[in-house]
């Protein structure tokens, strides 16, 4: 039999901040819970609030008990390492505790076999240089077994000459080249481009077109990536990535517009766009279609509904999710 086509797989950077998409017994502190219901639902997350402060490996094995298996996560390297943080003006170099810390915090999804990839996500101000380079190879270093994206910001990578530079460092080192969907503004935003770096990976993150909101300074993420896409702009999306997989390479999508349900609702929108099998959506994420589109498409309203069994908590026993709504008729 020929091998199974590589996945495409869809899901959201981040289970929290989708408060439009839980129902009400999970809003609030009830936070554990959330990551079972949003895994009934989505086949991959990534995990972004490593980047703010690296979780106990205990805690991440919290994630994988909460979870079906097969369920997938991506993980961000924590600030420290991707040279976000400054000391005198000029970036520092991470603490040897740092990165033992964070390399020990992937054990639990490594050993369980969830650790599709660690994403790098450098700053807009790590330019293309001779010195930017030597850190990209670092951090193969530090991952000589792992799936890394690279997910660059600045256009000097990208500009003339550069992109194809970029592209070979990262071939030669077997490392994705994170493609992103986000405001073309300024310097420090790449533009919308997706190639094969590496066998093991193709990724995309959409971070929305809210061009007042890119550079902000504003109190939340939410705030700053607030877009609701319309399927049309999604779709612009599909040809390259029906290419990228026929070329036999798995496909992470992943929606970082994490205001309110956008991201989620998003994410259903670009599973039906590329054929992907989802189970029906809650509720509201059924009347934030019909708010921006008239009415909740059928494909959405006729999918078959979640699983109905969590996973169960570590030492634990077995919690009971609250099941997803199904009304017969849809509340608009």
């Not at 930017?132 to 003339?160: C, K, M, N, Q, Y």
């Amino acid at each position: 039999m020929p091998p199974a086509p590589p996945p495409i797989l869809i899901g959201t950077c981040n289970w929290l901040d989708h408060e439009d998409f839980y129902p009400p017994e999970l809003r609030g502190r009830r936070q554990r819970e959330r990551l079972t219901f949003y895994a009934r639902h989505l086949p991959l997350v990534e995990v972004d609030s490593s980047f703010y402060g690296i979780p106990a490996p205990g805690t991440v094995a919290g994630w994988v008990a909460r979870t079906p298996e097969g369920f997938l996560f991506n993980i961000k390297a924590h600030r420290s390492l991707t040279l976000h943080d400054r000391e005198g003006g000029r970036p520092r170099r991470p603490t040897p505790g740092e990165e033992r810390d964070f390399l020990a915090a992937l054990h639990p999804l490594r050993d369980a076999g969830r650790l599709a990839a660690v994403h790098y996500q450098f700053p807009p101000w790590f330019t293309s240089t001779s010195g930017a380079r030597d850190e990209l190879v670092r951090v193969r270093e530090r991952h000589p077994d792992d799936t890394v994206a690279i997910e660059l910001r600045h256009r000097s990578w990208f500009e003339g000459d550069q992109l194809a530079v970029t592209e070979d460092l990262l071939r030669e080192l077997d490392c994705t080249l994170a493609a992103v969907d986000a405001p073309q503004v300024g310097s420090g935003t790449a533009p919308p481009h997706l190639a094969i770096t590496s066998p093991r990976l193709a990724l995309i993150r959409f971070h929305g077109r809210n061009r007042q909101t890119w550079y902000a300074r504003t109190r939340t993420t939410a705030e700053r990536f607030d877009y609701l896409y319309r399927p049309s702009e999604l779709a612009e999306w599909v040809p390259a990535v029906r290419a990228v997989h026929a070329r036999g390479v798995p496909v992470h999508l992943l929606m970082n517009n994490n205001r309110s349900n956008y991201a989620v609702v998003n994410a259903f929108d670009l599973a039906h766009l590329l054929e992907i099998p989802l189970p029906r959506p809650p509720d509201p994420v059924l009347r934030r279609m019909a708010e921006r589109d008239g009415a909740p498409p059928a494909w959405a309203r006729e999918a078959p509904p979640p699983p109905e069994t969590p996973a169960p908590e570590i030492g634990e026993p077995r919690r009971a999710v609250p099941p997803v709504p199904q009304s017969p008729e849809l509340p608009l």
